[in-house]
């Protein structure tokens, strides 16, 4: 959960303060690969899209009540599920906010976007947690404990100076909290190393407490449901993290103890032939009277379905997460659907809603039954329930497995946000300081590295007036839309348009630039000083007596 090597992929923005661009997804470029430990290669985020099913978080935007700045200018540029978030917080219901820092080096402009985006969930009624992710600096890099030591108190210090409160949110390192180990621990058992090297491009090199610190990593996103209740919970991040994401919501599922899904007839369906009944039913039950259909008096058989699906031509859909999730292509389970309507013959297709039996004890599977109102179905394994709806059934579900010992996880959600371009152009890399600025750097120092920055300006001052700056090509203007504006909007437009109409030179806008970066660091570093007394008071232990030579990723 680390941005430790940002990567350069801004687009333009479209007249506009988004570094985004707009709404406008481009077609994929080039195949991803997405390595937490190694450097990012985005070359389009709509690649990001297509691969791997991140959506665009412009679908979710306009759920969210007082958007941050980076959602605003597009840098928060894509999620998973974040709609379950934004309802949460719209309603004043439990939610939380996780993201974590491997110690590594100083921390620097790149981390404060994720900084920023815990402190503002937390000032939005969120649970707010921020972890130091020592065990993987040891393991993947190979980190001795006196260097964790060291970065971790800085990375600690920036977050609270930033505005994190302590009191109300939990800081915690890895190595010292035993509830995620043994969270970790249980995880573990519903993995296995084929995924780890599909995921993770893990082999017979890869020593074992790299994968113990994945597994542990994965109980750290879902931790914030182990305080007071399962919630919604969101892990902002860089896309290079997302494989974590994507491995942590399917162990959250496997380790329910119930499925919940939709069915129609005694028979099983997946997720796409379940997609292609619906169809069916609906538009059959729809035809057997005016207004409303009571599903329970609906005469609609398996036969009927079958026939009407066989002239249907089902469309093409996009790859999705999670359990009920549709595939590519829904006419590839059209044949599949119609053999087991056929079978079903004259059985009454009604709709239901089905709990299957996947890790509950005998009591908790009782207990089910049990609390599963109306008219119901039980058979060897699952239960049929005809009068709840499907978020009535996971609640029951949900309060079943709790009550019995059991998780009741819900998926986390994730937002991302675009990497930093480096200030000497390309990637923003920790092992190269003329690219990047600490926020332990000399305000000063911060003041010249922004004065000597790559531009997206013209050769001549000239051509600069004749044509206009390319802002979308620009660090500097980065920095302002990311950073140095804050929530000043009307800066960035300003900033812009005086830049794209060639009313803005690179000279004067470096040197606003450089003075509001001096102006932040002595600022940020005041407050540092100011949290020295904060982070003593907190129980966490900044003095590792562990031993130790680290891995090696």
Known sequence: MDEDTPDDGAACPDGTPRPDGGTERAEPTEDVALDPWGSASVGDYADLFEEFGIEAFDDVADDVVDPHYLMRRGVIFGHREYDAVAEAMANDEPFAALSGFMPTGDPHIGHKLVFDEIIWHQKQGGDAFGLIADLEAHSARGMSWSEIDEHARNYLLSLLALGFDAEEGEIYRQSDNREVQDLGFELGSKANFSEFEAIYGFDGETNISHMQSVITQTADILYPQLVDEPKPTVIPVGPDQDPHVRLTRDLATRVRYFKVTEAFASFELDDDERQLVRAAYDALAAG???????????????????????????????????????????????????????????????????????????????????????????????????????????????????????????????IYHRFMTGLTGG?????????????????EDGYDKVRSATTGGRDTAEEQRELGGEADECPVYELYAYLLAGDDDELTKTVYSECVTGERLCGGCKEQAAELMREFLEDHQEKREEAEELLEELDIDLDSDRRGTGGEH
């Open 427 to 443: 990637k923003m890399s920790s092992s190269v300081p003329a690219s990047h600025i600490s926020l332990l750097d000399d305000p």
């Open 288 to 414: 057997d009277g005016e207004g409303e259909v009571d599903d329970a008096e609906t005469d609609v058989r398996c036969e009927d379905a079958a026939e009407w699906l066989a002239d249907y031509e089902p469309p093409e859909t996009e790859a999705g997460d999670g359990d009920d999730a549709p595939s590519l292509d829904l006419a590839a389970a059209k044949s599949t659907a119609l053999d087991k309507l056929r079978a079903g013959g004259k059985e009454p297709l009604r709709p239901r809603v089905r709990f299957f039996d996947r890790n509950a004890t005998d009591e908790a599977f009782e207990a089910l039954i049990e609390a599963v109102e109306g008219d119901k179905r039980v058979f060897e394994g699952h239960v049929d329930a005809f009068e709840l709806t499907r978020g009535e059934a996971e609640s029951v579900a949900r309060e079943v497995e709790i009550d019995h010992g059991g998780f009741g996880f819900r998926q986390p959600s994730s």
